[in-house]
């Protein structure tokens, strides 16, 4: 049973509020109307603009971070209309980059609502619940941020709260600056939030916890190939967490916000609003309301389909005796569309999500954004290129891992050296981070996703668009951006000029 659910109508953009005085976020009935003039005067209420802080993150993750992430990777394409991010054809004028855009700053905007007016407060129950409710803001504001700056780089750096559009008018940001305020923010959540939560209103299991922090602050790091600090954070939360025997239970809600998950996107209501489309988005069309918008690539395509579908194929990149494969990826026994000479069962689908448990082919299960899977791969990572070290700690990590997954154990026999365990790493991650909206920022921070998708592209005589990339000032590898929505250059005359390459 969900514990912890979100608000379902909130805007910020309009001065009226919901007012949560219940024991779940995601009620669908308002209590109460709280003007803006005093949203900020009470517990209840600024935990009520706590919870709109967090509202983003059900569209975000119904299709459109999937879209810009895994059909921008080697593990998914599509054979539908929208191959935009899928050829690397995106536009400014894009839908799902507007969307993406718009999502993102109406968090932090919120977020900034909270910070700016938390001392208006006079009734908190108790000192740690306004240090939780700074320490969520200061969260959930990296979290928006590190998304944005890995899609868009350069940023308007908005961190007071928006009364007038002047507010909002800001140049770009660099990347450096953007990322030391991410830091900075999430420094300060680790400080200011609890260990757990014990229930009731504004302590509900599923808000980010000060581990939950050390998580995410490990992963911009490791984004950062700051590996030291990688290490130092990963060894924090080491044996905080656990992996989950059962890897599809990690997705199919009967163990969310356990020990395996430092964070979810916190879907269950009952209306399409609180509910992830995930499970009919990826099913096959022959399934009722199925649309199959994004396939496994497969290199047994050879091609054909109408978006990168070979090269680098998923379906092969898995090792037999995986128990992860059906659970990822399965055919459903039915027939090949894309290829009608081929046998039934030859198309693979993505099956990760697929939910027949809820109506309407909606599904309330919570989706994972921190893993604790994805924190050991990044132990390992950091410690590799920190030095290698035959069958050493790194190992440690990179096997717990596998042999949860029914893999045999990997030692200094079979990757004798630092190249072949940092690509040994490459290849779990892949697997264990499937269609988690994990895979193009893996591989545009390792500067290979041009060269990876260039693979896909010879299938189809493209090139892939090497003018849309930049020197990272961090890292100098080379990094791929997608390009700022057109309509921000109309509602932002400071925002400068556009990505290169658009």
Not at 408 to 422: A, C, I, V
């Amino acid at each position: 049973m969900k514990s912890y659910k979100y608000i379902t109508k909130f805007a910020l953009a309009i001065s009226v509020f919901l007012n949560s005085n219940c024991t779940s976020i995601l009620e669908p009935i308002p209590e109460g109307i709280v003007p803006m003039a005093e949203l900020y005067t009470s517990e209840s209420n600024i935990i009520t603009a706590v919870n709109g802080i967090y509202n983003p993150l059900l569209g975000l993750y119904q299709q459109n971070m999937l879209r810009l992430t895994e059909l921008a990777g080697d593990d998914g394409w599509t054979w539908r209309f929208e191959t935009q991010p899928d050829l690397f054809e995106v536009d400014p004028t894009s839908g799902p980059v507007q969307q993406v855009w718009t999502s993102h700053y109406f968090g932090i905007t919120r977020a900034n609502g909270v910070l700016h007016n938390l001392s208006q407060v006079q009734d908190f129950s108790s000192e740690e619940m306004r240090r939780s409710i700074e320490g969520q803001a200061k969260f959930m504001r990296a979290f928006y941020y590190f998304n944005l700056v890995r899609f868009f780089g350069s940023l308007p750096l908005i961190v007071e709260e928006i009364v007038e559009r002047n507010d909002a008018e800001k140049p770009r940001s660099g990347i450096i600056e953007v990322y030391a305020q991410i830091k900075a923010d999430i420094n300060d959540a680790i400080q200011l939030l609890p260990m757990s939560y014990d229930g009731g209103v504004g302590k509900e299991v599923g808000r980010p916890t000060s581990n939950s922090a050390r998580a995410l602050l490990s992963l911009v790091h490791l984004e950062l190939e700051e590996w030291s600090e990688v290490v130092n954070l990963s060894q924090g939360i080491y044996g905080v967490g656990s992996l989950l025997s059962n890897y599809s239970n990690n997705f199919n809600g009967s163990q969310e916000n356990s020990s395996a998950s430092f964070f979810e996107v916190q879907y269950g209501g009952v209306i399409g609003e609180t509910t992830t489309n995930k499970s009919i988005a990826f099913a096959p069309a022959d399934f009722e309301n199925g649309s199959a918008f994004i396939l496994p690539t497969d290199d047994g395509l050879e091609g054909e389909g109408g978006g990168l579908s070979s090269g680098n194929g998923l379906i092969q990149a898995f090792e037999d005796g995986d128990l992860r494969k059906n659970i990822i990826v399965d055919t459903y026994g039915l027939s090949n569309f894309i290829d009608p000479s081929k046998p039934d069962g030859s198309l693979y689908y993505v099956n990760k999500y697929f939910n027949t448990s809820d109506p309407r082919g909606l599904s309330t299960w919570n989706f994972p954004l921190i893993r604790y899977a994805e924190i050991l791969l990044s132990f390992a990572e950091a410690l590799n290129e920190l030095g290698f070290q035959a069958d050493g700690e790194a190992f440690d990590m990179l096997n717990e891992v596998r042999e949860n997954a029914g893999l045999m154990p990997l030692t200094s026999g079979e990757l004798s050296n630092q190249d072949e365990f940092r690509e040994a790493v490459r290849r779990e991650r892949r697997i264990e981070l499937a269609f988690e909206a994990k895979r193009y920022f893996d591989l545009n921070r390792w500067g290979v996703l041009a060269d990876v998708i260039q693979v896909q592209m010879d299938y189809t005589n493209l090139n892939f668009p090497r003018q849309r990339l930049i020197s990272h000032p961090i890292t100098g590898k080379d990094y791929h951006l997608y390009p700022l929505p057109a309509i921000e250059f109309v509602n932002n005359v400071q925002l400068g000029e556009q990505n290169p390459g658009y």
